[in-house]
């Protein structure tokens, strides 16, 4: 029988609380920063120092990510002498994932000591100054998905019943996050991030609505595993990698395929930009 098999607790903390041991007994490193690595992004994982990969088919309570780019793996090793947890590939709403699967992982990193979490994604632009293969740091979100990954019975010892969203990305963090990418001449511009459900992308009316919004970028995930991070206490930064202009902007139709060759085109600078930021926070 399998690790992720084995027979655990029933509530939610105390699964989560059965993965978080599982981690800590594999990881040879004491982790305060974890990374989610979005559709293209997950080559960052294998520059890991001393890392350690663990299947998340090995992780109690883990589910596998269906789509291409999402290896499937947590990664353990350093960056700059930091101890970093890397998920190599995240679980969508749209694969058909409960949100309290969607999120199960940021529980457990949380629950495993983890205090900083690096929430990245490849989204479309809908902004005119952001172009293809530009990197934005998310300012903030619009939660569009129709769903609230705390919706049901809350766990004080997660965290309050009401979460305080003034703040979710954290704004210390974000002029790390500038003044990093200035060092590097990298144009980092802040932005809000609107998640849908998917997976369909946006019609250009829909576009056009998120526009009046106020949104900058547009996917189908982080936003709950934003929510679900600040809940459990967890400082935030995001960044999205635009990989595509959204339908209407550009008078061309838009496949995944090009998502994944822009998240393989800017890996270098997105990696380096990642390297220089983890160890200040």
């Given at each position: 029988?399998?690790?992720?098999?084995?027979?655990?607790?029933?509530?939610?903390?105390?699964?989560?609380?059965?993965?978080?041991?599982?981690?800590?007994?594999?990881?040879?490193?004491?982790?305060?920063?974890?990374?989610?690595?979005?559709?293209?992004?997950?080559?960052?994982?294998d520059e890991l120092e001393a890392a350690e990969a663990i299947p998340y088919s090995e992780i109690p309570g883990f589910a596998r990510p269906t789509v291409e780019g999402h290896a499937g793996r947590l990664v353990v090793g350093r960056v700059g002498g930091v101890g970093v947890a890397a998920m190599q590939g995240r679980f969508h709403f749209y694969e058909g994932y409960a949100l309290e699967e969607v999120t199960f992982p940021v529980r457990v990193l949380a629950l495993s000591g983890v205090k900083t979490l690096v929430l990245?994604?490849?989204?479309?632009?809908?902004?005119?100054?952001?172009?293809?293969?530009?990197?934005?740091?998310?300012?903030?979100?619009?939660?569009?998905?129709?769903?609230?990954?705390l919706r049901g019975p809350n766990d004080e010892r997660f965290g309050p019943r009401f979460p305080d969203m003034t703040e979710v990305y954290d704004r210390a963090y974000q002029e790390i996050a500038i003044q990093e990418a200035h060092a590097l001449e990298i144009e980092l511009r802040r932005g809000v991030y609107a998640a849908l459900s998917g997976p369909t992308y946006e019609t250009p009316a829909e576009i056009r609505m998120l526009r009046a919004l106020g949104a900058d970028a547009v996917g189908m995930s982080t936003v709950p595993e934003a929510i679900v991070a600040r809940h459990s206490g967890l400082r935030v930064l995001g960044i999205s990698c635009i990989t595509n202009m959204?339908?209407?902007?550009?008078?061309?139709?838009?496949?995944?395929?090009?998502?994944?060759?822009?998240?393989?085109?800017?890996?270098?600078?997105?990696?380096?930009?990642?390297r220089r930021v983890i160890p200040k926070l």
């Open positions: 029988m399998a690790p992720n098999e084995e027979l655990t607790p029933g509530t939610l903390y105390e699964r989560a609380e059965h993965a978080a041991r599982f981690i800590r007994s594999r990881a040879a490193e004491e982790v305060r920063v974890a990374l989610v690595l979005g559709s293209g992004l997950g080559a960052f994982a990245t994604n490849a989204a479309g632009g809908l902004n005119n100054s952001l172009k293809q293969g530009s990197l934005m740091l998310i300012s903030d979100h619009l939660n569009l998905m129709g769903a609230n990954p959204a339908a209407g902007v550009l008078d061309r139709p838009i496949d995944h395929a090009e998502v994944m060759e822009t998240g393989e085109s800017v890996r270098e600078t997105f990696s380096e930009l990642l």
